[in-house]
Each structure stands twice: as structure tokens, then as C-alpha cells.
């Protein structure tokens, strides 16, 4: 098979699977039992914390492990949302944030009564504008900002220092979700100064089901806000998943061993840029979405592109998936490919959005998989045009 949909999940590095299942193994003890067997869990669980904080770079933050990157949301918007109707004795609180999120941010935002969106613009490659961001920052009401750093189906890459920064000079909680960018780039959260932080095993070749949030030490932190047991610092109750944290540590570690030794992210960019250049040769007229090579400054994740094609792209995807080669197509995974908030953000009508297919690549992709997809895309879009021809005749 040839898997290119690394942005809606990625396959689990094979020593992850055997940490995994060897930490099952040896820490089946509950972390807060005081046995020795209990506290044997709870050395290996901080381990795994002081593993994460190190890669990174994240010592004035804390960490609550979480169930992944929709959790991780969840838990930064509704408490801190709470805080500050508590804080300012307000009936509402005015959350600033793009309509390039995830649906973990923005189903959360419209699920809470007291919140109002104000909505950023974006330009048509999907940035948003720090000179609005900073008039937006000047209403009185404003709880907090919540921007994804790398946009999952165009792959924008928000400047996110200078988001941070004017979110510091306004006194405003800045919430990154960063979700696409572990594991693909060497980060330093002490630096970036955000002050909360999503992050999902499962993006950066890790095991499902298990997260992070990262909580700034230099303000208070957040209120929990689901019921239960005094787990990862009172912060979200329930019995810690170690053999998951142990899979995600170590897929951290993992990648950054890729991106420092072995040219990870140099290869991606190569394998990318051969697909794109690929698909050109055999649909001519055919439009590119974010990736690379940067554009007027613009830069996005490297190892993503957004196809728009002069067919169905659901289609396509099927054909392809015949042939066991698997791609994302329209608002993917989330949104079941119907409608794509990103995609309509940034111009693109809903008959676009029909033709739009996403490749996302991983660590695990070669020169072979470009080689397959181009052979299997070939062949899909001479079926497509057979089954047209004949639907016209
Ligand atoms: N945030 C972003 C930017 C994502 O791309 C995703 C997954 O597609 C999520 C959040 C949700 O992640 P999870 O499946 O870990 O809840």
C-alpha cells in the first residue's frame, strides 16, 4: 500500500508499537497506588514528562497528558473561558480566532453560551492579518486568542511568535494548537511563550488516543473542567494511560532523531515536490495549495499539498483507494471531506472544495511511494475519463 493521508493520522513507528506493548507489560500498575509496582508506573510517567519537556524545550511549562489534540482544545478553551467570567465578573467573554481551526476549537467556542466569536480574516493562502489580530486584541472582552499553527488541510504555517507577542502585549491568553507541527519541526516552546499548547501522539507516528497540553508555569494553572480524581496535577482526572505516554514519548524522540540525522524533513520536501511535479505531467491544468517551494514569503508544512483537480476528487480517492493507494479529499478526515471551513476561508467555491484532494507525507514514505502514487494516479484519472466518456454518450 501507499499511504499519503499522514495529516488525518500517521502509521506507528514500529519500535513505538513494541514500547508499547512491552510498557503494558511492565507498568500495569496504577500511578497513584503507593506500592512499589504503583510507584514504578509513576517513576516511568514522569520519565516520559521530562522526556517531552526536553525535546520541546519546554521547562517553564507543565504538561497534562491528555486522550489527544481534541481533549487537549477542549480542556484550554473551557478553563479558561471559566476563569476569566469568574476573574472579571463579565457575562461574556469574546474569543479571538480564524476560521482556519479544527473542529475541536470551534464546535468547543460555539458550544459555550457565554462566548463570542470574532472571527479573523485570512488571505487567500490561509495567513491571517497581525494588524487586525492587534485591533481585534483592543476590545475589553477578549478572553483569549486560539490560532493553529499549521493549518492540517493547506498546511499555513501562522507566524506564531508575533501571534504570541501580541497576545503578551495585550494581556491575553494565547492558545496555539500545534498539533501538525511535533514531530516535523524542532520546536522550542520556552521561546514561542504561548500559553497553552495542544499537541497529538498520533500525528508524529505515535499510538491513538493519547495527547498533550502544554500550560505556561508563569501564570496560574488552568481549572479543570471535568469531574474525577486528582490525576496529572488535579488537572483532568481518570487513571494515566502510561503505556500510550511511554509510545508518545518516544515517536517524539523518534522524529527528532529523524529530523536531526537523517534529513527527515529534506527528504519529505524532495518526495513532495517530486509528486507535485508528477501530477503536472499527467493533469495539465491542475492547482496547488500550499506546500512548498515558498511563495512571496509564504511558507507551509513541507510536507504538504492541496490538489485542486478537474475531476471529482472523492471520486479519485476511491479509484485510488482501489488500487490501495490512500489520500485525503476536501475538508478530509474531520469533516468527512463534505465542507472545509479552511477551504471556503480562503476563496475556494463548494465545487473546488468537491475537487480538492490532500497528500500528506510521514517518515515512512520513500521514492517508491511517489513512484506508486504516480503510476496509480495515472491509471484513476484515465478510469474517471472512461466512465465520463461513457456517462455522456
Ligand atoms: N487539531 C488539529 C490541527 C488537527 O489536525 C487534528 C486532527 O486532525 C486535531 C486537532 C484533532 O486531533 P485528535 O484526533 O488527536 O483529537
Redesign the pocket.
Known amino acids: 500500500t501507499t499511504y499519503l493521508d499522514n495529516?488525518?493520522?500517521t502509521p506507528c513507528f514500529d519500535q513505538v508499537i513494541s514500547c508499547v506493548a512491552n510498557s503494558t507489560r511492565a507498568f500495569y500498575a496504577n500511578p497513584s497506588s503507593m506500592h512499589k509496582a504503583g510507584q514504578r508506573s509513576r517513576a516511568e510517567l514522569e520519565r516520559c514528562r521530562s522526556v517531552m519537556r526536553n525535546l520541546v524545550k519546554a521547562s517553564n511549562y507543565g504538561i497534562v497528558f491528555t486522550?489527544?489534540?481534541?481533549?487537549?482544545?477542549n480542556l484550554a478553551i473551557r478553563s479558561i473561558i471559566t476563569d476569566y467570567i469568574t476573574a472579571s465578573g463579565k457575562l461574556n467573554a469574546t474569543v479571538i480566532t480564524t476560521p482556519m481551526?479544527?473542529p475541536?476549537?470551534y464546535e468547543t467556542l460555539k458550544s459555550l453560551p457565554a462566548v463570542r466569536v470574532h472571527m479573523l480574516s485570512v488571505s487567500p493562502i490561509g495567513l491571517l492579518d497581525l494588524d487586525e489580530l492587534n485591533d481585534a486584541l483592543k476590545d475589553e472582552t477578549v478572553a483569549m486568542v486560539c490560532v493553529?499553527m499549521?493549518?492540517?488541510e493547506i498546511g499555513t504555517i501562522q507566524d506564531v511568535a508575533s501571534i504570541a507577542q501580541a497576545c503578551r502585549a495585550a494581556y491575553v491568553h494565547c492558545h496555539l494548537?500545534m498539533?501538525?507541527v511535533f514531530g516535523r519541526y524542532n520546536v522550542s516552546l520556552n521561546q514561542l511563550r504561548a500559553d497553552t499548547v495542544?499537541m497529538?501522539?498520533?500525528?508524529f507516528h505515535g499510538p491513538?488516543?493519547v495527547?498533550a497540553l502544554f500550560y505556561t508555569l508563569t501564570r496560574p494553572p488552568p481549572t479543570p473542567c471535568t469531574t474525577g480524581g486528582k490525576q496529572e496535577q488535579g488537572l483532568r482526572g481518570g487513571t494515566e494511560n502510561v503505556p500510550g505516554v511511554a509510545g508518545m514519548a518516544l515517536a517524539l524522540q523518534l522524529c527528532a532523531d529523524g529530523l536531526a540525522r537523517d534529513g527527515a524533513a529534506e527528504r519529505m520536501t524532495r518526495l513532495l515536490q517530486g509528486i507535485k511535479v508528477g501530477i503536472q505531467g499527467i493533469v495539465p491544468d491542475v492547482v496547488f495549495r500550499g506546500g512548498v517551494p515558498d511563495v512571496d514569503g509564504y511558507h507551509g508544512l513541507y510536507q504538504t499539498v492541496s490538489v485542486v483537480l478537474p475531476a471529482r476528487a472523492s471520486q479519485l480517492a476511491a479509484e485510488l483507494s482501489n488500487l490501495n493507494v490512500f489520500v485525503g479529499v476536501g475538508g478530509?478526515?474531520?469533516s468527512k471531506g463534505q465542507h472545509s471551513m479552511t477551504l471556503e476561508a480562503i476563496g475556494a467555491s463548494q465545487e473546488e472544495m468537491w475537487r480538492t484532494m490532500r497528500i500528506s507525507l510521514g517518515f515512512m514514505n520513500t521514492d517508491r511511494d511517489v513512484g506508486r502514487f504516480l503510476k496509480c494516479m495515472r491509471v484513476a484519472m484515465a478510469r474517471i475519463e472512461h466512465v465520463e466518456t461513457h456517462r455522456l454518450e
Open positions: 495529516n488525518a493520522t486522550s489527544g489534540a481534541t481533549e487537549s482544545n481551526e479544527h475541536s476549537v493553529t499549521a493549518n492540517s494548537d498539533t501538525q495542544t497529538s501522539a498520533h500525528k491513538k488516543g495527547g478530509c478526515a474531520c
